[in-house]
T-cell receptor
C-alpha cells in the first residue's frame, strides 16, 4: 500500500542533542512538508520541498534543518538550537500539478512525538 | 488577524444532533479548501474537499462562500465516532505551495 512512513514514533532527547526524524513516502509525490503541532494548537509549517535538492523555510524553521536528496525521503533534524522542541512532528506529501477531478490534497504520516528530558 | 480562523471549541452535542462548524480565511486569492479530521494523538486525515458549489458526503456537507471568505462544515445525525478535532485548511493561490491550517474545533458527541 502507498503511504508515508515516519520514524521513530516516539523519541526522547536530552537537552543539547540533535535528533533526526525520518520521513519516507512511496506515493511518488513531488512535494513534501514538515509540520509541528503543539497541544491545542494548529499545525505550523517548518520546512517544505517542491522537488529533489530544493527546499524552503516555513514559518518556524529556526533550530531545524532538512535535506531532500531523494524524492522519497525528507528527513528533519531538530538541532540543539531549537529551544522548545517537545512537540508532535508531522510529515506530509502531495502531488503537484493538475489532477483530474480534484485538488492536490496533503497526505500525512502517523507522526513522531519528540520529548526533551 | 490569523490567516485561518475557526470557531473555538469544544462543541458538546448528543448523538443524533446536527452541528455546524465555521471557518474564515484572510487571503482572498486562496484557491483550495479542505476539512480534515484529527483524532487524539493521531495525524490529520482528509475529510472532504470544499467546492464553490457546495458538496455533500453522506452526513457531511461543506459550503464555501468566496465573497465572504467563509467555509462551513455541517454534520447531521452525529455519531459517537464523530468525536474528533476538525481542521479547516486553506491553500494559497494557484501555483502556490503554502497550506494554512486552522487551530481546529473540538467536537464531543455524547451518548
Amino acid at each position: 500500500d502507498g503511504g508515508i512512513t515516519q520514524s521513530p514514533k516516539y523519541l526522547f532527547r536530552k537537552e543539547g542533542q540533535n535528533v533526526t526524524l525520518s520521513c519516507e513516502q512511496n506515493l511518488n509525490h513531488d512535494a513534501m512538508y514538515w509540520y509541528r503541532q503543539d497541544p491545542g494548537q494548529g499545525l505550523r509549517l517548518i520546512y517544505y520541498s517542491q522537488i529533489v535538492n530544493d527546499f524552503q523555510k516555513g514559518d518556524i524553521a529556526e533550530g531545524y534543518s532538512v535535506s531532500r536528496e531523494k524524492k522519497e525521503s525528507f528527513p528533519l533534524t531538530v538541532t540543539s538550537a531549537q529551544k522548545n522542541p517537545t512537540a508532535f512532528y508531522l510529515c506530509a506529501s502531495r502531488q503537484t500539478g493538475e489532477l483530474v477531478g480534484g485538488a492536490n490534497v496533503l497526505t500525512f504520516g502517523a507522526g513522531s512525538r519528540l520529548t526533551v528530558l | 488577524r490569523k490567516e485561518v480562523e475557526q470557531d473555538p471549541g469544544p462543541f458538546n452535542v448528543p448523538e443524533g444532533a446536527t452541528v455546524a462548524f465555521n471557518c474564515t480565511y484572510s487571503n482572498s486569492a486562496s484557491q483550495s479548501f479542505f476539512w480534515y479530521r484529527q483524532d487524539c494523538r493521531k495525524e490529520p486525515k482528509l475529510l472532504m474537499s470544499v467546492y464553490s458549489s457546495g458538496n455533500e458526503d453522506g452526513r457531511f456537507t461543506a459550503q464555501l462562500n468566496r465573497a465572504s471568505q467563509y467555509i462551513s462544515l455541517l454534520i447531521r445525525d452525529s455519531k459517537l465516532s464523530d468525536s474528533a478535532t476538525y481542521l479547516c485548511v486553506v491553500r494559497g493561490p494557484a501555483g502556490g505551495f503554502k497550506t494554512i491550517f486552522g487551530a481546529g474545533t473540538r467536537l464531543f458527541v455524547k451518548a
